[in-house]
């Protein structure tokens, strides 16, 4: 009889302490004890030595001087001449070490990137890591039918209100080309209104041309509610591929940077040369030559305008060698990425660059093993903002939804990663072992420091599944890619941002075509 009442006791102890466990998971952090969160410092891995760093550092200033860059706009080269860039009879702009690092001397450090909600600021700098989307997918991957098809300004909305409710995805840049809006303007105008109606955390965008930028700028103004108010907190920044690999000026691209620089908007100077095509096929070579070019860039920047704030984007692609196709998801982009990371920290620069987009056509196993290893080593390297990290398939050819919510899952891991393990003396236990081992039951299951630390120690998936088998298959084996279509669909039938208000939305459609109905925006009365 006793011994059945021990048992009951027993029993009951442990229902009692899962319990609790389960209403612990369930219960809402608050941001200072999340296990993670944006801004984790970064760093513990090294793609290279700091004589390696070095090494590029040296070459790259030898690029600059030795070869230069083309094709600089003529008030890019009046900036740059003036602060001390040499123009060549061949039209080349070379740069004198000197000069390159009097500008990196004047480089914005310590920036912000700002959310239309302040919750939603970031900093990046040091070795603080943010993960976020990229990308321009010209598909979107369906995973009911399995096709490609074209995407919509509805796609771009859907995928930003998705990512206003994901906690491990800091940041939003346009993931997709809408390909309803076949006019430059339309697709402009509609990427960044979409973009910004969608979510409220950081947003960057591209334009065609400079006078879009301004139509985009104007936009940006009676969203925020002024010029002055939007100068004050800019929360879009403008992508801006300055460059057109190996050691081109972008024309329009630069006088684009020049409207987005007057204007008050950061700026992501972005390198995107692809290694075995537009840059050397040796590692070391593609992140020299990306080094150099973004340093161009940041001469650029801080001749017209010292101190602006702009991202250090050394983005170098991978090919395959065997075709000469991109491939986004092998082990060689993941190592490039995590090297850029460390040249952003050898300048302190804010830096980023992309990494993350699988080769896979959907989400699946390879999209995964692909995806987890660069997005892990990105953000061990210290990477500041890792763009394209969740969503991209096909290396950037298509964009699927459901694979925002597989991968805010498997970045949540990556940031625990990042996170690392803290030895103080609270968590090396030597209290818990004792009194455990001494004089409680041999396990930790039910110990005060287990349950305190069930939260803000461990970091639990939303929809990947840690069921028994048995239990899985008493829940009708769910499937990983069926849960996240069913979320997706509950996001939103659900999530609806209303960040502006109607007479302000009113005013921007009267004034630009706006694709997207209002009716779409608002949950069916």
């Known amino acids: 009889m006793s011994r059945d009442r021990n048992s009951k006791e027993?029993?009951?102890?442990?229902?009692?302490?899962r319990e609790a466990r389960r209403a612990l998971r369930a219960a809402p952090l608050a941001d200072d004890v999340r296990p993670v969160r944006p801004g984790l410092e970064g760093g513990r891995y090294k793609a290279l030595t700091d004589?390696?760093?070095?090494?590029i550092h040296r070459a790259a200033l030898h690029i600059l001087e030795e070869i230069g860059l083309a094709d600089a706009p003529e008030s890019g080269a009046g900036f740059m001449t003036a602060a001390g860039a040499i123009q060549g009879s061949d039209g080349r702009l070379r740069f004198p070490p000197?000069?390159?690092?009097?500008?990196?001397?004047?480089?914005?450090?310590?920036?912000?990137?700002?959310?239309?909600?302040?919750?939603?600021?970031?900093?990046?700098?040091?070795?603080r890591v943010h993960y976020g989307t990229a990308g321009a997918a010209v598909h979107v991957y369906d995973v009911e039918a399995r096709v490609n098809r074209d995407p919509t300004v509805q796609d771009l909305f859907d995928a930003a209100r998705m990512v206003e409710v994901l906690d491990n995805i800091h940041f939003f840049q346009r993931p997709l080309t809408t390909r309803d809006t076949e006019?430059?303007?339309?697709?402009d105008v509609n990427t960044l209104y979409a973009s910004v109606a969608g979510t409220t955390k950081h947003i960057g965008t591209s334009f065609t041309s400079s006078?879009?930028?301004?139509?985009?700028?104007?936009?940006?103004?009676?969203?925020?509610?002024?010029?002055?108010?939007?100068?004050?907190?800019?929360?879009?920044?403008?992508?801006?591929c300055f460059v057109v690999p190996p050691l081109k000026f972008a024309t329009e691209s630069c006088r684009v940077m020049e409207t987005v620089i007057e204007g008050g908007m950061p700026v992501l100077l972005l390198s995107a040369g692809q290694a075995g095509a537009t840059a050397p096929a040796a590692l070391a070579g593609a992140v020299t030559q990306a080094t150099a070019e973004c340093l161009a860039g940041l001469v650029y920047v801080n001749a017209m305008k010292p101190g602006h704030p702009a991202v250090f984007g050394t983005w170098p692609f991978v090919s395959d060698l065997r075709t000469g196709a991109m491939s986004g998801g092998s082990g060689e982009q993941a190592l490039l990425t995590a090297a850029c990371g460390q040249m952003a920290r050898f300048y302190d620069l804010p830096g980023g660059s992309a990494c993350a987009m699988s080769d896979s056509k959907a989400p699946d196993m390879q999209?995964?093993?692909?995806?987890?290893?660069?997005?892990?080593?990105?953000?061990?390297?210290?990477?500041?903002?890792?763009?394209?990290?969740?969503g991209m398939h096909a290396s950037l050819l298509s964009f699927c939804h459901e694979s925002l919510l597989i991968d805010n899952d498997m970045i949540g891991q990556c940031l625990r990663c990042v996170r690392g393990i803290e030895v103080t003396?609270?968590?090396?236990?030597?209290?818990?072992?004792?009194?455990?081992c001494l004089e409680g039951p041999g396990h930790y299951l039910g110990h005060p420091q287990t349950l305190s630390l069930m939260q803000s120690e461990y970091v639990y998936p939303e929809v990947g599944d840690r069921s028994s088998p048995k239990e899985w298959i008493e829940q009708g084996k769910p499937?990983?890619?069926?849960?996240?279509?069913?979320?997706?669909?509950r996001i939103l039938a659900t999530v609806f941002p209303s960040h502006i208000p109607e007479p302000v939305d009113a005013a921007i459609r009267e004034r630009f075509n706006i694709v997207l109905p209002r009716s779409n925006m608002k949950a069916a009365a």
């Open 479 to 489: 499937d990983l890619v069926e849960k996240a279509l069913a979320e997706k669909h």
């Open 183 to 187: 006019d430059p303007t339309d697709l």
């Open 98 to 127: 000197a000069l390159v690092e009097d500008m990196l001397a004047k480089a914005a450090r310590d920036i912000t990137l700002h959310g239309q909600d302040p919750k939603f600021d970031i900093r990046p700098g040091g070795s």
């Open 10 to 17: 027993r029993a009951g102890r442990r229902a009692g302490g």
């Open 211 to 240: 006078e879009r930028t301004q139509m985009g700028l104007d936009m940006l103004h009676m969203v925020a509610g002024s010029e002055v108010a939007w100068r004050a907190r800019p929360f879009v920044s403008n992508s801006n």
């Open 425 to 436: 003396d609270e968590t090396l236990s030597l209290e818990a072992i004792r009194s455990v």
């Open 51 to 55: 004589a390696e760093v070095e090494r």
């Open 367 to 390: 999209a995964g093993y692909e995806r987890g290893i660069a997005n892990a080593m990105a953000g061990l390297s210290g990477l500041n903002l890792v763009y394209e990290s969740v």
